[in-house]
Structures are given as structure tokens and as C-alpha cells.
């Protein structure tokens, strides 16, 4: 386990517990309004501290999660598990859709055929 600190920044909290993939997502996140911190908008230096909630919409997904220990330095996911408390809402479930099917055999799309795909797929069927 790394050594914790009493304070850091959010945006390399957030890389570190591995909610970001990137540093720079996590920064890229911060700067476009994504994450906050204790329902503060927060910039990418903005200081975390233990028993903050910072929130983190990347992907169309929002986590909610507090803070329990303050690292700087990116672990393991087992380790990461542990530098916070998820209080994450479930996610609502998506209905599916028909899928669209081509006859096999039947050779690539047309260009009118994956525009009807990607019209479907934009639809959320």
C-alpha cells in the first residue's frame, strides 16, 4: 500500500483509484465540469481530502464514491478498492433491441445498408 497523504488533487486522485483511464481523462473530465467534489464543480488541482465524496461521470456512467485514503500514485485494483467507498446509484437497465442480421454469405454492408444500421443504433435499437 502506498503512503497515504492528508490532501491531493482530484484529477490524479481519480487516475490513481482508477476511475480515469488516463491522467488525462481524468484531467480532460475536471476541466469539462464531469467531476465534483463534495457537489463543487472541481478544476483538476482541486484538493481532495479523507471523507470527501467526489463524483465522476466519464463514459455516460456516474460514480459516486468517498474518499477514504488520499494516493498519488496509481495501484492495483485490489488496492485501489480500498482508497475509497463506492455510492455509486445502480445503473438503470437497457432494453435491447432487435439486432440486425445479414444473411450469410451475403458479402459486406452496402453504403445504404450501415447507414440503416448506424440509424438504428443511434435509435437504441
Do not use: F
Amino acid at each position: 500500500m502506498p503512503p497515504a497523504h492528508t490532501s491531493g488533487r482530484v484529477d490524479r486522485w481519480v487516475w490513481a483509484v482508477r476511475l480515469a483511464k488516463t491522467r488525462a481523462d481524468a484531467a480532460q473530465a475536471c476541466r469539462g465540469g464531469h467531476v465534483r467534489v463534495n457537489d463543487r464543480p472541481a478544476k483538476p488541482a482541486t484538493a481532495v481530502r479523507e471523507g470527501d465524496e467526489v463524483q465522476v461521470r466519464l463514459n455516460g456512467v456516474t460514480r459516486v464514491v468517498d474518499v477514504t485514503r488520499v494516493i498519488d500514485k496509481r495501484v492495483g485494483a485490489q488496492v485501489a478498492r480500498r482508497c475509497y467507498t463506492d455510492r455509486s446509484p445502480e445503473p438503470t437497465p437497457q432494453p435491447r433491441g432487435a439486432v440486425l442480421r445479414r444473411d450469410k454469405g451475403a458479402g459486406r454492408p452496402t453504403k445504404r445498408d450501415r447507414r440503416q444500421i448506424e440509424q438504428l443504433r443511434r435509435e437504441g435499437l
